[in-house]
């Protein structure tokens, strides 16, 4: 990819900067989407959105915004991953999947004091004590059900595999559901959260959820202090509105109700459906779609073109991670300060 | 140069106490100039001019605070039909509203008070974006494996100091607040009350060795700021006892009492809750080393946000609306809570006179805070409404007289005539913090001071007066005009550096990789990473 493109020719990155402000100022309801970036990048996607009146959301909206659903209406008993290698002794791995991130979670857990586990539904392979078979999400909530019931002594013949389940958990000196958001449906997620809560009333259990990838639950957390309220929001009439559904920004760009968007993915690529509105992408090195978007800025990746701040699995906390590579790239915060700075006079919008 | 002509000074530190003027030239206080001319001249007829006020203790920033905002988007005023407000609503929920209220109201320098290591670079990504006030932070300590097993390994004082200034230095922290010491620990061990002489099991080492052990790392470092203390056994009946023995523990070196209208509470009467306010001023009044800051409460809607996870796990049961976030770290970990304060609970009321009564019990005004522990006692926005229930008796007793007389009754409020005058609330908002944060340059009107000035309009409603001022001014920038943002700078994260050395920062590293897999880089705060220009000011120790 060379510096910058507008309308698939290469451009100087200044011309892109400015087309990027025309088309955005230009917009009746721009989408500010992706937020696949560190934390300057997003703050200052988020002052942006602010100027030009436009909807925020992430590249892992649907995650983020059900596990912000869910903490809004029970709020969560969670702990640390870093916490739980120091002290947990058993964990339920409770729909946390097989992928890489799992995989390098349950490894990381599987350090420091010895571990008992209870597997339900797919997960990294492992030592199980106890293996509650469940085939997708439906199911795996079912089980969640069944084995909080069994926990709280609510059932006259719980299933012997449950019973057992739930004695090992009810005998953890300190124990954690381990849990992947993105393979759990909202009861699923209250299931979990609800079971680790009950568990506490006599023993000590707590929770580690697989953060969202691409710096999602940085971008969550910003917006929480710039806007007061979770992603899916737009700063309208002088303060911002959160609609989880109306500010979906998939949603908003299917239906061509929003006219514009900026993509910002040194992270994550943009996936297909941006391409139904005018687009501006700030991408990293290996972007190359087939067709270019209207316009298209080469940023580094945070951690490894230039140093940035970064959500991390061990610690759930910002962390500034030093470049693995340096380059000359230019940040997503450099860019989008860049263009905000270029937007016309008359282009504020809220 | 900004000229504010006319007013009536109020400045303790430097005996002003009636009509004069002040000079403001390149962000500082000056001397009236010889024939000099002003570029702006602020008539300050019937105002009354102060330092720009400092707040000991206010939860604006961190994780803890973020959380509790995506806990209750319902409060959040794009929630409300309009027009409407709830208490919570006008607080801010977003950092660039909590600048602006407290720069309307006079406020130009916030302490958050409890920065977890862990959190420490949100806490100061958060904080960075708070316009106009300066900022500073307490970093929390006093429940981690590193410290207990240091304390359990009986190693020297010097240790227990050079551990505590590499986590100053490395979170960028003002200070260390110790919070219900070693009972986070404990909880997650399956304790459920802890008190100062227990001990945090697997470790053998009791909360008060943890707090005089921080305190006296605290003094020798010659941190400014003393030990700030959350004490065990917050909101339970009987508490005063706690405070008691906590100020006994620690006399002879400076401690500070946090939201101490918490630990006020006796046992008697038929519900064996009380004021025990009266025993815990006297001896406040008493003890020279201490300092307390109140955390006030008011009635309403609002939410309790404390790293003291084994209390907040209890006051789980009491969330309103039914919600409620326990998080636990190594560090201690964070409980938040929504609450309600109702003016027809006992409880609540014997609360809210126990804070009063603290206030007006406590003889110097150099050592007692103007606090709500926001927003655990009340959103910050209410502290004009205190201001007149400290100010004017006849306000005070109209509050009284809207509140069950049994609760009323379970305490001294009633009988109490005192009232605060203005230049013992200068002492208390301005004076007073300055002096014990270590900030020589703020909280007075002298010459060379920093210029953050207050000018409020004089009424005889007091919050009234204090709402908002006629103009607030933040580092010689005119900040507020009649009650208005008209700029917002930036503000500073206030710091001290007490040296740590390099032999700390070997261990360390040995001990994160060890224990976790981890650098403890991952809570380094470098201001590179906060995307503003110098955001840090130092704050010298004492040598």
Redesign the interface.
């Known amino acids: 990819m060379a510096e910058a493109y507008v309308n698939g020719q290469a451009v100087p990155r200044g011309q892109a900067i400015a087309a990027a402000a025309r088309l955005l100022a230009s917009a009746t309801l721009p989408v500010i989407a992706g937020l696949a970036a560190d934390a300057a990048g997003i703050r200052a996607a988020l002052q942006l959105a602010r100027t030009i009146g436009a909807v925020v959301d992430h590249a892992h909206g649907p995650v983020l915004s059900r596990e912000a659903e869910v903490l809004a209406r029970m709020g969560t008993m969670a702990t640390t991953a870093q916490e739980i290698r120091r002290i947990g002794d058993v964990l339920l791995l409770a729909g946390l999947g097989d992928d890489a991130e799992a995989v390098r979670l349950l490894d990381y857990l599987s350090h420091g004091t010895p571990k008992r586990i209870v597997s339900l539904g797919p997960a990294p392979k492992a030592k199980v004590a106890v293996a509650l078979p469940a085939e997708g999400e439906p199911a795996i909530a079912a089980g969640l059900a069944l084995l909080r019931a069994t926990c709280g002594e609510r059932l006259a013949k719980p299933p012997a595999d449950y019973r057992a389940a739930a004695d090992l958990l009810r005998g953890a000196k300190f124990g954690a559901a381990v849990y992947s958001p993105a393979l759990l449906g909202a009861p699923a997620l209250e299931m979990v959260l609800g079971l680790a809560g009950d568990l506490n009333a006599g023993h000590r259990f707590s929770t580690v959820a697989l953060p969202a990838p691409a710096n999602g639950e940085a971008a969550m957390q910003i917006c929480g202090w710039l806007f007061g309220v979770p992603l899916r929001s737009r700063w309208m009439d002088g303060g911002a509105k959160h609609d989880p559904w109306r500010f979906d920004a998939r949603r908003l760009v299917e239906t061509r109700e929003a006219d514009a968007a900026l993509w910002i993915g040194p992270i994550e690529d943009p996936p297909d459906w941006l391409r139904r509105v005018p687009a501006v992408v700030l991408a990293g090195r290996g972007f190359a779609p087939d067709k270019m978007p209207e316009v298209a800025i080469s940023v580094g990746r945070p951690g490894v073109d230039h140093p940035g701040v970064l959500y991390q699995l061990e610690t759930r906390a910002l962390c500034l991670v030093p470049p693995s590579r340096p380059t000359a790239l230019p940040s997503s915060a450099e860019i989008v300060a860049a263009i905000h700075a270029a937007l016309p006079a008359s282009g504020s919008g809220a | 140069m900004i000229h504010l002509k006319g007013g009536y000074l109020v400045d303790p530190v430097n005996h002003l106490d009636g009509p004069g003027d002040l000079w403001i030239e390149g962000g500082r206080i000056v001397a009236p100039p010889a024939g000099g001319r002003a570029t702006e001249t602020v008539d300050c007829t019937g105002c009354v001019v102060m330092a720009g006020a400092i707040d000991v203790h206010s939860h604006i ?1 961190g ?1 803890n605070v ?2 509790a ?6 409060e ?4 409300l039909r309009r027009p409407g407000e709830t208490p919570l609503s006008r607080i ?6 909590t600048g602006r209220l407290y720069a309307e109201m006079g406020f130009t320098t916030v302490i958050e008070p409890a920065m977890m290591p ?2 420490g ?2 806490a100061h ?2 904080l960075a ?1 708070i316009p106009i006030i300066d900022k500073g932070a307490l970093v929390v300590l006093g429940n981690e ?1 590193f410290l207990l097993t240091l304390l359990r390994g009986k190693e020297s004082r010097s240790a227990v100091r050079d551990y505590v200034s590499y986590m100053v230095e490395s979170t960028g922290a003002l200070g260390i607040k110790v919070i219900n010491a070693g009972a986070s620990a404990a ?4 304790a459920r009350t802890f008190a100062l002489d227990d001990e945090v099991p697997g470790y053998g080492v009791s909360s008060r060795q943890i707090v005089l052990a921080l305190q006296q790392a605290v003094d020798e470092l010659g941190i400014p700021h003393p030990l700030h203390i959350h004490c065990n056994n917050l909101g339970v009946p009987g508490n005063a006892d706690t405070a008691l023995a906590t100020m006994e523990a620690t006399s002879g070196r400076p401690a500070h009492l946090a939201h101490i209208q918490f630990y006020g509470y006796g046992k008697e009467g038929r519900r064996g809750f009380s004021s025990a306010a009266a025993r815990v001023a006297e001896a406040v009044n008493r003890r020279k080393d201490v300092t307390v800051d109140i955390g006030q409460i008011m009635f309403g809607q609002t939410v309790t946000i404390s790293c003291d996870t084994l209390r907040q ?1 209890t006051a789980r049961n009491f ?1 309103r609306p039914r ?8 560090f201690n ?1 964070g409980g ?1 809570v929504p609450y309600r304060y109702s003016s027809s609970d006992f409880y609540n009321v014997v609360q809210w006179a126990v804070g009063l009564e603290l206030f007006l019990l406590i003889d110097d005004p150099w050592r007692v805070f103007f606090t709500t522990d926001h927003p655990n006692g009340a959103p910050f926005t209410f502290y004009p409404e205190i201001f007149a229930l400290l100010m004017d008796r006849q306000a005070r007793n109209n509050a009284i007289a809207e509140l069950p007389k049994r609760a009323i009754a379970m305490t001294g409020l009633a009988s109490i005539a005192r009232e605060y005058t203005l230049a013992e609330i200068a002492i208390m908002t301005r004076a007073a913090p300055a002096r014990l944060l270590g900030l020589a340059d703020r909280g007075h009107l002298g010459r060379g001071a920093r210029a953050d000035v207050a000018v409020y309009r004089r009424r005889d409603d007091k919050a009234e007066m204090f709402r908002s001022t006629v103009v607030t001014i933040k580092a010689g920038t005119v900040v507020v005009r009649d009650g208005t943002v008209v700029a917002t700078p930036e503000g500073k994260a206030l710091v001290v550096k007490p040296g740590a050395g390099t032999a700390i920062s070997r261990r360390m590293e040995r001990y994160y990789e060890e ?4 650098s403890p ?4 705060v ?1 201001p ?2 906060l ?1 503003r220009d110098e955001p840090f000011m130092e704050v010298p120790c004492r040598s």
Do not use: C, M, Y
Not at chain 2, 69 to 74: A, F, N, Q
């Open positions: 920033g994780g973020n959380t905002r995506l806990l209750l988007p319902e959040h005023p794009a929630s801010g929920f977003d950092v660039d509203t862990s959190n670079l949100h990504l958060e974006d494996d909880f997650k061990a399956n796990f969330s919600k409620w976030v326990i998080t636990e770290t190594d970990g938040i224990a976790f897999g981890l880089q991952f809570f380094h470098d590179a990473a995307g």
